[in-house]
């Protein structure tokens, strides 16, 4: 069966860097378009980052643009997301998801979703 394990997640202050680590196994990672989402306490799930089955195309939110960098590796079917300068504002529950798609760039709620890594950025 397909899983998406995230790791990575923890504590920092505010300026501060973290690397985000999704392991997923059962599945043929070079067919799914592969995805981070965050979701901040009574705040609506969003998309952070994104990038497309073979790496060509990426999606970034507008508010970690310059500052968040999705990568993804074959060899050991890793979908990695390195955050700097974090602020407050990046506090959330964040959830790594894949959709086997080679045209879509953001997997869907129809795709696999893993169980969450805590980030919470202090001032």
């Known amino acids: 069966r397909v899983q998406l394990v995230e790791s990575g997640g923890g504590s920092v202050q505010a300026g501060g860097s973290l690397r985000l680590s999704c392991t997923a196994s059962?599945?043929?990672?070079?067919?799914?378009?592969m995805g981070w989402f965050r979701q901040a306490p009574g705040k609506e799930r969003e998309e952070v980052s994104c990038?497309?089955?073979?790496?060509?195309?990426?999606y970034y939110v507008n508010s970690v643009k310059g500052r968040f960098t999705i990568s993804r590796n074959s060899a050991k079917n890793t979908l990695s997301l390195q955050m700097n300068s974090l602020k407050p504002e990046d506090t959330a529950m964040y959830y790594c998801?894949?959709?086997?798609?080679?045209?879509?760039?953001?997997?869907?709620?129809?795709?696999?979703w893993g169980q969450g890594t805590q980030v919470t950025v202090s001032s």
């Open positions: 998801a894949a959709q086997k798609s080679r045209w879509r760039l953001c997997p869907s709620d129809q795709g696999y």
């Open positions: 059962g599945l043929t990672f070079d067919d799914y378009a």
């Open positions: 990038i497309s089955w073979n790496g060509d195309s990426t």
